[in-house]
């Protein structure tokens, strides 16, 4: 009998108990989703965007790190499975610095370490403070300033990826400058919402995220000449996990040596600080669907996400380094699954189901080499696209995030010293300027007239003002395709 039919009102969906984690099977626990599985196996081609990052960073083949985009997609399921009632993604934001922190060493087999030994640290840092409850605390220690320049940092450090020179927009000017300026339109844009709520034509092209883009670069491109036209192949993908064990993992090249551990660490607490917005967001957005639904109870545990994406990054540094890291959210794609969930129980019976069938979607249309070989010229272009919409996302947050305006002195400072030099000399000079600033004051900052209209006269502590920030943004606030992938 299938379980997910006994759920009584107000309870949560069945499961079996695993200590802190709540375990979830399809058919069994949840009613599978068709929708959301069908919405997955197009939207598997933003996953693929991950592959030119892998190519040219790392010098990585192709299928070399299509088996890698395949692992990290395997591993997106865990959420859902271990009770997180979520769409997992990327950390997008924390792209850029991760790409400049790792460029710095040689191409090959020290870059490769350098990259190993971020990601595994990244990711036991996570389960540490997941497994103590400290997450919270860890980023309410550090001053707003520095959020805030960390968090504008990594939005102009994607869009620097993408215009500087020899970049992808000199690749692609045509078709970047269409597909960026259609997505500013449909994700942000006051009109497009007004023409969501008066048809339901733009309303259901809205909730399709960046996809419907994708499909138009893929005809753009080659039209202005700026990519092939797409050479459709039918079969399964073809993944090469011999050259990625042997070339890419820690069971070809070994262990990094100790010292880039430590190196690592100033990028490795950007990012996290980036990461943890991510975590805000997805509190946000479960709590909006499980007040809209009281027929459904939703158990959203920061600490167990934190355990879940800190064992994610913790493998995949191991079994398949990936430059995209594992993050806690895809945005854009959660808004969409909420915004189903909310119509009712006919619609969605739970969220689990929402959410995991979408990621069963993406996982197997990575296995189908018709949807990886239509968007294989264009990943290049998908990427730009991400990049520069987070870049817009990233340096809103950022402000945001700044409670006065000596702190959005001190993040300006910080954000274009991240760019240039990196995390480490970013976190320094930020320390720097905190200390002289505000001397004694240095955790708490201060609060002046221009920001109090939007946190209150109080002194809001940072992570209550952020959580206000982020649910406020909506949709288009973090790490996805659309915004956190």
Known sequence: MS????????????YFALG?????????????????????????????AAIPLMTELLGMPFEAALAIVMLNGLLYLVHHLLGDP???????????????????????????????????????????????????????????????????????AAISVVFKEGGRFDTYPITISIAVGLAFYIIFSRHFAKLKTTNPFWSNLGKLGIFPIILLAIVVAPLVGE???????????????????????????????????????????????V?????????????????????EKIDYDANRAHMIFGGRNTLMSLFGPDVTMCGPLWAAMQ??????????????????????????????GLLLLPIVSLVQPILGIALALTLLIQGYVSVRLGILEARSQRDLGIA??????????????????GIALCLLIYGKRFFSGEIDETFSRDIGKSDIAPADSKTASLSSTGAASTDSPTSSH
């Open 3 to 14: 379980h997910w039919k006994t759920r009584q009102p107000g309870e949560e969906s069945p």
């Open 20 to 48: 802190p984690f709540k375990i979830r099977l399809p058919f069994l626990h949840y009613r599978f989703e068709l929708p959301d599985y069908l919405q997955g196996l197009l939207m598997c081609a933003v996953d693929l």
């Open 86 to 156: 979520v769409i997992p993604g990327w950390i997008t934001p924390a792209i850029p610095l991760l790409m400049a922190y790792v460029a710095t060493f040689p191409e090959g087999e020290t870059r490769v370490h350098a990259l190993i030994a971020f990601q595994l640290m990244l990711g036991i840092l996570a389960i540490v403070l997941g497994r103590t409850g400290l997450a919270s605390k860890v980023v309410n220690m550090i001053p707003s300033a520095i959020k805030a320049g960390i968090i504008m940092g990594a939005g102009l």
């Open 227 to 273: 990519a092939a036209w797409p050479d459709v192949q039918w079969g399964f993908s073809q993944p090469d996990f011999v050259t990625m064990f042997s070339q890419y993992t820690v069971f070809g090249v070994g262990l990094p040596p100790l010292s880039m551990f430590l190196t690592a660490l100033p990028t490795v607490l950007a990012a996290y600080i």
């Open 275 to 295: 990461l943890f917005g991510d975590v805000l967001q997805s509190k946000a957005l479960v709590e909006e669907a499980d007040e809209s639904r009281p027929d």
């Open 335 to 364: 808004v969409v699954v909420v915004e189903r969930y909310k119509e009712g129980k006919q619609a969605m019976h739970s969220l689990f189901g929402g959410s995991g069938s979408f990621r069963w979607g993406t996982n197997t």
């Open 412 to 429: 300006g400072v910080i954000a274009a010293v991240l760019v240039i030099k990196g995390a480490a000399w970013a976190f320094g000079i």
